[in-house]
């Protein structure tokens, strides 16, 4: 798949790391060149132990977050990004619901489009089809703010499949290219436990609909539930989860943990041969 001016095949997994830019992460109440400074030695760090996606998030997901304001997450994001595409040769990737922050991140390099609402804010689906890069589209039910409000399903996996199925549809009408589609099952969106583990389980099914699928598990509470474990110790978990997810066929995997997880990947190909 092409993201931009990178290629990447995606017939082997890859590992995606995770650069959160909110002010709970890289500001300390200092400078704002020192924040920027010490988030692009977290990408160095994250480029040398092998990642090849950076996924450049403003908006805080967490459940139960407010919403971000667009120019705060502009003014989050750009320069990082721009920073990021002089200095490394990695993909970027553009953690975002907003179109226009889709748009002026594309616009100053961001090769990959991650959408956790899968492009249902208005005017999202637009900007995907005028833009020249590759979107993911993850199931989430509800909304980051009521998602873990017991959420209920007949069937999880059925229903992850035909709303992804659903969205590419929807895409591909307005004019998104087919080929350039990355599926995620969205882990711990608006999900239990015993949602997440069916989803893991049937991974297999769900990277045969024709679309790559990417897999974000790190860190995340069903580690914790699992092992009991904290987050600060779910490295271990987040390695095991990663691998079987790759595996089961997932083509990238999200993670905070980038250099344990790029060698499960190695561990996962030399077993592909
Ligand atoms: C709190 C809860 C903070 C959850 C951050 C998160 C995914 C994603 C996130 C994912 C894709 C995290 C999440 N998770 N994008 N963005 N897939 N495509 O653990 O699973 O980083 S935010």
Redo the contacts with the bound molecule.
């Keep these: 798949m092409k993201f931009g001016s990178k290629e990447i095949d995606l017939s082997f997994p890859h590992v995606m790391g995770?650069l959160n830019v909110t002010p709970d992460s890289f500001s300390d109440g200092g400078k704002y060149s020192a924040n920027i400074d010490a988030a692009l030695r977290c990408v160095d760090g994250m480029v040398r132990q092998g990642a090849a996606f950076i996924?450049v998030?403003g908006e805080?997901?967490?459940?139960g977050a407010d919403r971000v304001d667009e120019a705060e997450e502009l003014g989050r994001v750009l320069p990082v990004i721009e920073k990021i595409i002089e200095r490394f040769d990695v993909i970027v990737s553009v953690?975002t619901s907003k179109p226009l922050v889709m748009l002026e991140a594309v616009k100053v390099g961001a090769g990959l489009i991650?959408d956790?609402c899968a492009l249902r804010e208005p005017g999202a689906v637009e900007v995907a089809a005028s833009v020249n890069v590759p979107v993911?589209l993850?199931h989430m039910s509800g909304s980051p703010r009521n998602m873990q409000c017991a959420p209920a399903y007949d069937d999880v996996v059925a229903e992850v499949r035909a709303f992804l199925l659903q969205r590419k549809e929807v895409c591909v009408a307005a004019g998104v290219y087919a080929g350039g589609i990355i599926f995620?099952p969205?882990?711990?969106?608006g999900k239990t436990l015993e949602h997440n583990v069916a989803l893991m389980r049937q991974l297999p099914e769900l990277c045969e609909l024709g679309s790559p699928v990417?897999?974000?598990?790190?860190?995340?509470s069903m580690l914790g539930t699992i092992t009991g474990k904290p987050v600060a110790d779910r490295l271990a978990v987040g390695t095991a989860a990663a691998t079987y997810a790759a595996m089961s066929g997932a083509a990238i995997v999200?993670t905070?943990d980038v250099d344990a997880t790029v060698d499960a990947m190695k561990f996962v190909r030399a077993l592909r041969g």
């Design positions: 995770v996924d998030g805080s997901t967490r459940p953690d991650n956790v993911c993850m995620d969205g882990f711990g969106f990417l897999v974000g598990v790190s860190r995340k999200r905070h």
